[in-house]
């Protein structure tokens, strides 16, 4: 079972039905992920199917099952015991909340922001295909906008960009809005592919694809950590990393991520990344936008 379903994950679509239904093999992606992903933390019963490499005492200690649906929100903390205790530890006091206020002074008072987003509850809905432009992130749309209005000093990685995310992630989870990326027409349905195919090719001298870690890989450790699943991937960004001190956009991520694969990074807001991160947020389709957050 487990083979048959990554097997379909890889599998490109052979016929999309051009006539509307441009989400149609995205759909089957992403029910199939959240199946197998679902039955891979469902009973400890299963685990040694799909955890070869963890010990009884491991997983009998260290593992929540029985994860399902809205539950990846959270990552590898929904089903790390340990790493879970750390985290509502760390956000009883959350080191973004700072980063989130100043976020909101810059919709209320800088040039043109506002007029660019009159709705702050938008998190969950990008990326977004744009004719003409292809994918468009989030971030890349607030530096659009910035440069727009002609401010300065507005990165698609950090800084005020992540903050203004962080406040429209904030507003759209108070407003328990869910991950709604669409798929419209033939070219984003292209676009969408190509994302795919990259999360699930081997890249860089380690010949690793993002698939291994965070789909084949999820649940598993590396060193002290646990990788997290694709389902949810996208959810709670921007993030607060530890080792950022201060909060990071998807954009930062992808490129900390290549650098982990041992691939020269591909440049924040190419074409490339942006495509990969369509694929990605898609994935996370259904789920409640829950960022800000924090990550180790």
Request: net charge positive; glycine share 10%.
């Amino acid at each position: 079972m487990k083979k048959k379903v990554i097997a379909s994950l890889l599998i490109g679509s052979v016929a999309f039905l051009w006539a509307g239904d441009f989400n149609a093999q995205a759909e089957k992606d992403r029910k199939a992920l959240q199946e197998y992903l679902e039955k891979k933390f469902a009973d400890r019963k299963n685990a040694n199917a799909f955890f070869p490499y963890s010990t009884k005492d491991e997983l009998d200690k260290n593992f929540k099952w029985g994860i399902k649906g809205d539950d990846f929100r959270l990552g590898s903390y929904a089903y790390n015991i340990g790493g879970k205790a750390q985290y509502e530890e760390m956000n009883e006091m959350p080191p973004y909340e700072d980063a989130v206020d100043a976020g909101k002074e810059l919709y209320e008072n800088e040039k043109g922001i506002k007029e660019c987003f009159p709705d702050p509850a938008i998190a969950g809905d990008y990326p977004k295909f744009v004719k003409g432009k292809g994918v468009v992130t989030l971030s890349k749309a607030i530096v659009s906008c910035a440069k727009k209005n002609n401010l300065k000093d507005w990165k698609l990685t950090k800084g005020k960009t992540a903050k203004l995310e962080g406040y429209f992630a904030s507003v759209s989870k108070e407003k328990g809005k869910k991950v709604n990326i669409v798929i419209d027409s033939k070219e984003a349905a292209e676009a969408y592919e190509r994302g795919k195919k990259e999360y699930y090719s081997q890249r860089g001298y380690l010949k690793l694809s993002c698939a291994t870690c965070h789909v084949q890989g999820a649940g598993q450790r590396v060193r002290n950590e646990y990788l997290s699943p694709l389902t949810g991937a996208t959810t709670h960004f921007p993030v607060y990393r530890l080792k950022w001190q201060g909060l990071g956009t998807l954009e930062r991520r992808i490129k900390g991520c290549n650098k982990n694969q041992g691939e020269t990074p591909h440049k924040p807001g190419s074409t490339w990344t942006s495509e990969l991160l369509y694929f990605m947020a898609y994935m996370s389709n259904g789920l409640p936008v829950d960022g800000p957050d924090i990550r180790k």
